[in-house]
Every structure is written in C-alpha cells, then in structure tokens.
C-alpha cells in the first residue's frame, strides 16, 4: 500500500527578494520597480542614483544591511543584517519645496497604520520624523530632495524600522530611547508581511488622498509630541517651549517662555 505524503512549500516570511515582495503586493506603482541588495552604503544613497537616472515613481531600494546608513543631523543609522526594514522610496510630486514635508507625514502616518496592522501594538509619532512605540523610538524617516532649478526633481523617502531588534545591540546613546517591533510584541515579527503592508498603505494614501491636501489634522492626532515641553535641536541655538500645533506644511508651533510663537520646520 501506498501512503501519499504531502509537502507542504513553507514560506518564509522573513528573508527578503525582489520577487517575493512583488509577489501578491497588488500596488500600481509602489514596489512595482524593487532594488533589493543583501549590503549597501545606504539605501537613500542608492534611491538617489537610480532616481537620477530615471527610475519611475514608486522604486524602492531595500537592503538588509547598511554599511552607512543615514539619519538627520548628520547622524547614522545603525541596524544589523536582517534586523530591520531599510528602505527608500523614490517620489516625483508636484510640490514646491516647502510642501515636501507631506510626503514624510504621509509615511510616517503608512509606517504607524502598517506596525498597527501587522502587530496590534498602538504606534505614536514624534515630531518631526520619527514613529514611537509606548515613546520609545521604532522608526525614522529621512527625506532628502534634490531640484531641477526652483522645481522638485524628486524626493527620496528613507524610512528605518526596527523589526527583530535586541536594542541591546544599539549604541549607547541610543538603547535608552530606541525599541523595536520584536521586543513590544515579545516574538519575532516577519519582515515580509509589514514592508507589504506598509507599502500598500503608502500607495493607498498618496494616490487617493493625494498631497494637495495636507495631511496634517491626522498627523497632528498621532503626534505624541504636542501639549508638551519640548527641546528642538538642529536649531541655533536649541530652542525650548511648549509644542502647541503643527501647522498645514508640518512645521512644529512652539510657544516660547516669554509667550511668543515660534515655527521650526
Ligand atoms: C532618523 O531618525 O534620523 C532618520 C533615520 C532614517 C534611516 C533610514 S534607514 C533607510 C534609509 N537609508 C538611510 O541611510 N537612512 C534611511
């Protein structure tokens, strides 16, 4: 007697490939051009030259290790291979310079919706770029733009998550402020399904909401940082007052002690 045995393909939903991630993703433009590489520099780096060199609207460049990887102010982004979502997204909207901050809320709102989705923990964010877990950071988001004359060539969206990360593993000045998915969650979380999700919700938002219209209303409701004191550095000097607003561009209302508003974008 013959007994059948059945073998059953396992996929695996943490190892990354351009196929797979295309693979049932469903968006029109996002991802639909994926530069997957197991090292690079840096992901905004590589975003940068293929953006230069035509690549359309949507491109992502994902990697699973960055050997120099970028934040703001000047400082790096540091993750170990495959513990994370390092990601850049090329962009080519119609929006003058001072509009370009949508596109950073607008992730910054996909990356909240997709780690609520994909986890069922409750995402904040923090003015300007970053997404928070119970506060502890989870997320940063690099845009970088570059002009054709006064006209916005393209933008590059850098977005970092911290999937399965020990913070433990972060530099110093960074395991007290820094989370990961894996650590709120208390178990591993497959990277495959929330770069899909996080994908699909960017592509929902920027072609039906679109970026004529701000999205600041929502993303003033996610910001953890607003009703309180607050430090801006990146200014000169730092400035120091009480978050009250954001106002339609993004840029953070800040009262200061001797009661006068201050913009900081
Ligand atoms: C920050 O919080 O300062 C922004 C961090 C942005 C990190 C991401 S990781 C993918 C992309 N490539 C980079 O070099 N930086 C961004």
Not at 158 to 176: C, F, K, Q, S, T
Not at 221 to 248: F, I, W
Request: hydrophobic share 45%; glycine share 10%.
């Amino acid at each position: 007697m013959w007994s059948r045995i059945e073998t059953r393909a396992l996929v695996d939903l943490n190892t990354l490939s351009a196929c797979k991630i295309q693979a049932g993703l469903g968006t029109r433009f996002i991802g639909r051009t994926v530069v997957y590489r197991a090292e690079v520099g840096s992901t905004n780096d590589e975003a940068r030259r293929a953006a230069r060199a035509g690549a359309p609207e949507g491109t992502l460049v994902i990697a699973d290790y960055q050997n120099q990887g970028r934040g703001r102010l000047d400082r790096g982004w540091v993750a170990p291979p495959g513990s994370g979502l390092l990601m850049s997204l090329v962009f080519r909207p119609e929006l003058s310079a001072h509009q370009v901050q949508r596109l950073t809320m607008l992730c910054g709102l996909a990356v909240a919706d997709a780690i609520e989705r994909q986890t069922g923990l409750e995402a904040g964010l923090k003015w300007p770029n970053d997404v928070v877990i119970a506060g502890s950071k989870v997320c940063g988001i690099l845009s970088e733009i570059e002009f054709e004359g006064p006209k916005v060539s393209f933008a590059v969206v850098g977005i970092g998550i911290n999937v399965n990360l020990d913070p433990v593993l972060l530099p110093a000045d960074l395991r007290l402020t820094a989370t990961s998915l894996s650590r709120e969650v208390g178990a591993e979380v497959a990277r495959l399904p929330l770069l899909q999700a996080l994908l699909q919700r960017i592509e929902e938002r920027y072609s039906t909401i679109g970026l004529a219209h701000s999205l600041h209303r929502e993303w003033a409701a996610r910001l953890v940082t607003l009703g309180k004191a607050v430090t801006v550095s990146g200014t000169m000097p730092a400035l120091e007052g009480m978050a009250e607003n954001v106002n339609v561009d993004g840029a953070l209302l800040v009262r200061l002690a001797d009661g006068t508003l201050e913009k900081v974008l």
